[in-house]
């Protein structure tokens, strides 16, 4: 057998030793009090930015939901419809491996979780098979839930996929290290949802699996849409005609942990009708549902850009979602802010002044300026905006960058451009915290910007979350108005709230959608 490489990353590694994440139920019935000042959100690495807004649980109590990220809570009161924020709470069900050893060696043993039914205990886990860990010899073929029952020490298995199926749906060349991303017990039946590592040629198939406790009997749910997404999270609506499946999902690659993929999933399981929600085609909050809890009739859904409540039996009624997102505010100094184009400009454009009626300022972004000196720089929204212009930088379809795909997925742009992980909001070009991917091995991440390699260590980033005006864009040069500066970080203190979304006046169409038939035209030579 020839020798193969899995590539793992110690976030997955870590990730996938925890439990799997359940809604908590305790009794509190009064709304806890605001904290005297509000928690200061100061970051000295991107990829903390997401690690302060994800949700990692929803604790549900008879007046409050709490969305606790690994830094923050975020309350919502029930009675008076209202967030608190306060410092986190957030407690792993379990501690993490110490060291990279220690983690590979779970990888390939990892323990058993457990789930009380009727007052007995039935352990599970997933796992490689056969165990490639630690040297790396051995080639996995498949990937196994097993079940242990009360009272039997012998394992009952079940194969999910092999890494022949995982081929054959282009899910990846070599199994991923599975993970179990939720567990639920819903109508006397057990539910897991299943997610592989993905990235440099790491994969496998997104699966539901369940199991009968009165059969002893396990069954799968692999709907072929979601092969190549991740699940994060599971909740089970009941209908009067049966079940829906609410899911979480993503995708991720090597050095992106956090991609945009299917975003809100419903899957009913009798008619096998799926439908993708997210930011282009609904109100939507974030690229990424993290978390997901239900309340009756209405769903929550944590993204890593805010929360929404849906009445999900009319998730299709834009009127049935009630949003809100998070928000960082700073206090201007008093002798203002320099404010520079973009990230690496060493001319202030411009200067900031606090006024009777605005004495903070809105922050977008953190990104790093200099590698030696560790020094970055807060991107913040400034409303007379700046242009940019790219040049050799435009719009094509995206069939030229992936020939498989003659259209985009639901979940991306028109066109493949600089700012296609911008959504159009009907006035303006608009950037969720969570559609900025990490790319830790590519230069941090990147928006509008250009890069003169190798004299910058970064790319010099114009606008990384400021919103958009689209201003001329052809195949080969994108123009756009952005409406942000950036500040020097030690001038701002920067502090996280959430509020609700707030719909523009005037909806105009998609500017994308007209140039996107100009350039797909035959005659189009610009």
Known sequence: M?????????AWLLNSCSNPKQATLKSNKNCPSPPSSPPIFQVKG?????????????IKTESTLTFQSAYYDFIFCQENQSWIVKKGTYKPAETPPKTYEEAITELGDPPYKTLEWQGKSYQYRVFLDPNPFPDFKVEPKQVILELIKPDNNQPQRQILYTLDQVKAKKAGIQLGIPAI???????????????????EGNGGIATIATYDPKLAKISLIQPPELAKQQINDLAIAKTSTGLIFWLGTQISGEGNPYLAGMALVSYDPKSQNIKSYNPRNSPLIGVIPHELALDQDKLWVATGNGVCQVKWQKVEVAESWQCWQFKLQAKIPTEGLKLYSSLLDSTPDATLKP???????????????????????????????FKATLKENGAILWS????????????QAILYWPGRDWVWKGDRFVRPFDSVPLNSFGGGPGGIS???????????????RGNLDLIKLTKNLTEVKHYSAWVDDSLLQPSVKIVPVTKP?????NPLQAIAEKINSPVNNE
């Open 46 to 58: 991107e990829e903390e930015i997401y690690r302060h807004l994800q949700s990692l649980d929803i």
């Open 505 to 509: 006046q005037t909806i105009k169409p």
């Open 181 to 199: 991303t939720a567990s639920i017990i819903d109508q006397d039946r057990f539910y897991w949802a299943i997610s592989p590592e993905q990235g």
């Open 355 to 385: 006024t009777e009626t605005e004495e903070t300022v809105e922050v977008l972004w953190w990104s790093l300026q200099d590698y030696e000196t560790r020094q970055g720089r807060y991107e913040i929204l400034y409303q007379p905006g």
């Open 400 to 411: 030229e960058i992936y020939p498989d795909s003659q259209k985009p997925k639901p979940w």
């Open 450 to 464: 250009t890069w003169n390699m190798p004299q910058q260590q970064r790319p010099e980033i114009y606008a990384m």
């Open 2 to 10: 020839k020798p193969f490489i899995i590539f793992v990353s110690l």
